[in-house]
């Protein structure tokens, strides 16, 4: 709240200075609620949040098809530090819609429905147009052999090079997981084009394209994994969105041999 000081001896100067003092007064009943303080308000503006569930008819993870048919909720938060630093929380599950009695493709027995949360952790640094993202992955099965990961990854904005309409997301991730002595390497970039903006004018729906190639290794397994995801999101208000679309993968890996799935995902997002 500004504060206003006026230096005056006339009279005309004493009404300006009672004129500020109820604009004053005028501010002050507008703040009554907490978030409403300036010191809070600033504060929750560098938060940012978002939740959605989402389906997938099939659950693949890099280069291994762990069950079909799952339902995934997310919930992710983020907290802008300033001077380019940033902090990140989430929680992402998949728990499989059919009943369940077969083993995983490590061999772990799967009795009723597959289950499957993460939660992971990190902070980020921009830079440019590049940004730094470093964090921490724990994976948790209701079968147990939970494991420990750490990430690094870089990704940049070609906004600038190409303009906000054509621009690509490129990125590159490793990946280290403390429990299975495992390394991943992964690579890929994305593409969202505005769709509606150009054939109506109206700048709610994108077309999203992506593609990605990895390779994981543990001492006892290895995969080599490449696909793409093609669909679209409709942004349905400010902070609520749909989407839905189509993926690939093609896989070779020494407990599934060589293959490829086609599969379908969509979800509903609400976030600020």
């Known amino acids: 709240m500004k504060k206003n000081i006026i230096i005056g001896v006339s009279l005309i100067g004493c009404s300006i200075f009672a004129g500020a003092a109820e604009t004053t007064e005028s501010e002050k009943a507008e703040i009554n609620t907490l978030a409403s303080e300036p010191f809070l308000s ?50 992402w599950a ?15 027995t799967v009795d009723g429905h597959y289950c499957e949360s993460d939660f992971s952790a990190g ?42 309409d ?3 997301t490129p990125y590159a991730a490793g990946y280290y997981d403390l429990t299975l002595s495992a390394k991943t390497l ?11 903006k150009w054939l ?12 990605y190639a990895g390779y994981n290794y543990t001492p006892e397994s290895h995969s080599f994994y ?19 679309g189509m993926r690939y ?4 890996n020494e407990i599934s041999d060589c293959g490829s799935k086609v599969w379908f995902g969509t979800s509903i997002s609400v976030g600020f």
């Open 42 to 91: 600033s504060a929750l503006e560098r938060f940012s949040g978002s939740v959605s569930v989402g389906y997938e008819s099939e659950y693949m993870f890099r280069g291994y098809n762990l069950c079909s048919g799952i339902v995934s909720p997310t919930v992710n938060l983020g907290y802008d530090l300033g001077a380019g630093f940033g902090v990140y929380a989430g929680y």
């Open 166 to 168: 054509f621009a690509l």
């Open 200 to 211: 109506i004018g109206s700048n709610w729906g994108t077309l999203d394209i992506a593609g």
């Open 123 to 164: 902070i980020t640094y921009s830079i440019e147009n590049f940004e730094i993202d470093v964090g921490y992955i724990a994976y948790v099965y209701d079968t147990g052999g939970n494991t420990n990961e750490i990430k690094a990854a870089v990704s940049y904005d070609t906004s600038e090079l190409f303009g906000e």
């Open 226 to 244: 490449t696909g793409f995801a093609f669909g679209g999101t409709a942004s349905i208000t400010e902070y609520c969105s749909v989407s839905a």
């Open 94 to 108: 998949a728990l499989s819609v059919d009943d369940l009695s077969e083993t995983d493709p490590f061999n772990n």
């Open 249 to 252: 993968q093609y896989y070779n």
């Open 186 to 196: 992964e690579g890929g970039l994305s593409y969202s084009a505005p769709i509606t």
